[in-house]
């Protein structure tokens, strides 16, 4: 079973909106909710690796019902013949801590809710660097999920039917395309024999760029 290495508090602090070092109070909170988190979680994560084809509509992944649309997953998965989607959870224990601390401290609360976003990255790149142990990538791309660029948030319901995630690692998705626990990921990375390109991350590669109420608290589309 995964477990929780020690979480970047400087990630945490960022989340928190704090753009320079955090002062003694925010780093004691930090230092003491970091460890009740790793205490606290259970992390785990699926995959499973499918063809990708290009049709007029958009991206189609093999065993997964929707067409991806819209020009940013199109140019991500340009050359690639193959993808990994991914599903990345804290558990449901991140959400039941959170709601526990809020009950009597908040400032606990944003802390715990900010060391969940900074864990749950981390587990996405530990389950990219132990999948790719196991599939043979010559060149792979970043990880790209529902809700960056264009490519639209309601396609997280047929991903996660297509990982059987609900049997496997308690995931599911609310009718607004939300993921529950709400700390997980899902992402797809393209695979090709030949060198991809790799252009921005994340919020670099996003339309709603220094328009985005997530970004403006220091958090991303992807912890929604």
Not at 4 to 30: F, H, Q, T
Request: glycine residues 6%; charged residues 25%; hydrophobic residues 35%.
């Amino acid at each position: 079973m995964m477990t929780l290495n020690p979480i970047s508090k400087k990630e945490a602090a960022r989340y928190m909106g704090v753009r320079s070092v955090p002062d003694d109070r925010i780093s004691e909170i930090l230092d003491r909710c970091e460890i009740i988190v790793r205490e606290s979680v259970r992390p785990k994560y699926v995959y499973r690796k499918t063809t990708v084809n290009f049709t007029e509509n958009g991206v189609l992944l093999g065993g997964v019902n929707t067409v991806l649309s819209g020009n940013d997953i199109k140019k991500h998965l340009s050359g690639c013949t193959e993808a990994i989607v991914m599903a990345v959870t804290l558990s449901a224990e991140a959400d039941k801590l959170i709601r526990r601390t809020a009950v009597t401290d908040m400032a606990e609360a944003l802390a715990v809710d900010c060391l969940c976003s900074a864990g749950v990255e981390q587990v996405c790149n530990r389950a990219e660097e132990e999948i790719f142990e196991n599939v043979k990538a010559k060149y792979r791309t970043w990880r790209f999920s529902a809700g960056y660029g264009d490519l639209p948030l309601d396609i997280q319901k047929d991903l996660l039917i297509f990982l059987n995630a609900q049997r496997r690692i308690g995931l599911t998705v609310t009718k607004n395309s939300l993921l529950l626990p709400s700390k997980s990921v899902t992402a797809i990375i393209g695979i090709s024999e030949t060198p991809v390109e790799r252009g921005k991350k994340g919020c670099e590669s996003c339309k709603m760029k220094g328009n985005c109420a997530f970004s403006a608290s220091g958090k991303t589309c992807s912890e929604r």
